[in-house]
């Protein structure tokens, strides 16, 4: 089945370490990516999202994403967190393939110890 | 700018009893989502309104569960009757325009559902 997939469950780091959070889609064609997160008792939010242009986009709070088409990947990464950066990532793409429904990938829950 | 509100915030309800989720998307927003989201998993869209009119129901398991958006504006979600795998966390979420596919969402902080 066609699905987003999130190689890492749980990421535990300490502040200023590197982070990078994996995402593979397996739709072909038109893409829309996105990546969410959710902070400890907050809604949902848009952290960054590509559609077009430059595949390395740049999102709040530091992060940026790279889109590498020919790897069906979407990688999220901040060079140096923060505690505050503690929350549950999620990948989300939007593809022609799949009815322009919104799929989410299984989350990864970061641990930024302090 | 308000957000996304969704009541109630939590629900503890028994197997086969009825539940009803209630949203109010951005003011102004024309499409409307639902999204179910199950413990250690993403969310996954149950249905999508665009004004008061279904563009997506595919994944809405229709025999136990509906959705009517009035008006183009609130939307309820209610499941009749439940099952224990029901239990979840229901999201609803909205957008500007119409949905189309790089729009942003904007969620609410969802009701999470406990069926025992």
């Known amino acids: 089945a066609q699905s987003v997939s999130q190689h890492n469950h749980h990421v535990i780091l300490s502040e200023a370490a590197s982070l990078e959070l994996g995402c593979n889609y397996s739709?072909?064609?038109?893409?829309?990516l996105f990546w969410y997160v959710q902070y400890p008792g907050q809604h949902l939010q848009l952290l960054l999202k590509?559609?077009?242009?430059?595949?390395l986009v740049k999102g709040i709070k530091g992060f940026e994403a790279e889109f590498i088409k020919s790897k069906f990947s979407f990688n999220l990464r901040k060079p140096s967190v923060q505690w505050s950066d503690t929350a549950e990532y999620f990948c989300?793409?939007?593809?022609?393939?799949?009815?322009?429904?919104?799929?989410f990938g299984g989350g990864t829950r970061v641990l930024v110890k302090p | 700018e308000a957000g996304v509100a969704q009541s109630p915030r939590y629900k503890i309800i028994e197997k086969r009893q009825s539940v009803a989720f209630w949203c109010n998307p951005i003011?102004?927003?024309?499409?409307l989502y639902w999204y179910q989201q199950i413990l250690g998993q993403g969310p996954k869209l149950l249905i999508q309104?665009?004004?008061?009119?279904?563009?997506?129901d595919s994944q809405l398991p229709k025999d136990r569960f509906s959705a009517e958006r009035l008006k183009g504006v609130d939307s309820t979600l209610k499941i009749q009757p439940a099952k224990l795998e029901d239990s979840a966390v229901y999201l609803c979420?909205?957008?500007?325009?119409?949905?189309?596919?790089?729009?942003?969402?904007?969620f609410g902080s969802g009701t999470q559902l406990s069926v025992l």
């Open positions: 979420a909205s957008s500007p325009l119409t949905g189309a596919p790089n729009e942003k969402l904007f």
């Open positions: 309104f665009q004004n008061n009119g279904v563009v997506d």
């Open positions: 739709y072909g064609g038109t893409v829309n």
């Open positions: 590509y559609f077009s242009g430059d595949p």
């Open positions: 003011s102004g927003h024309a499409t």
């Open positions: 989300a793409v939007n593809a022609a393939a799949a009815g322009n429904k919104l799929t």
